[in-house]
């Protein structure tokens, strides 16, 4: 697992950590069951407040990406489907994108917002 942080990026650390856990599981390079470092570990090897990397780690689990099992770790988690894993991938890529291009995450996030809207005929999400 690899992990690089621009801190000064225009993407906040946590997002850039949960952005690179998230790709990584989502083309394989961190199979399910893959068992990842303890928070204050990856902080360290990051430079990152543990806070930093806490929050990255909580958003990949609402994710359904990865599991907490208290004192034994944090591993990927398994029951993804198909779906899901291509849309992780295109949401990875979109994330990349977007940062390539200097969109701030808000804007980037209400692009997809409208778009998800438009496909389903609903008003844009909030």
């Given amino acids: 697992?690899?992990?690089?942080?621009?801190?000064?990026?225009?993407?906040?650390?946590?997002?850039?950590?949960?952005?690179?856990?998230?790709?990584?599981?989502?083309?394989?390079?961190?199979?399910?069951g893959t068992r990842l470092p303890a928070v204050r570990q990856l902080a360290a090897e990051l430079g990152l407040a543990a806070n930093t990397v806490a929050r990255a780690y909580r958003e990949l689990e609402a994710a359904g990406l990865l599991v907490t099992r208290g004192r034994h770790g944090t591993f990927v988690a398994p029951g993804r489907d198909d779906a899901v894993d291509r849309l992780q991938r295109a949401a990875a890529g979109y994330a990349a994108e977007a940062a390539r291009l200097g969109v701030a995450p808000d804007a980037a996030l209400a692009l997809v917002r409208a778009a998800l809207g438009a496909q389903f005929g609903q008003l844009p999400l909030p």
């Fill in 1 to 32: 697992m690899v992990i690089s942080v621009d801190p000064a990026g225009p993407v906040p650390p946590y997002e850039q950590v949960r952005g690179q856990l998230a790709e990584q599981i989502g083309d394989g390079r961190l199979p399910v």
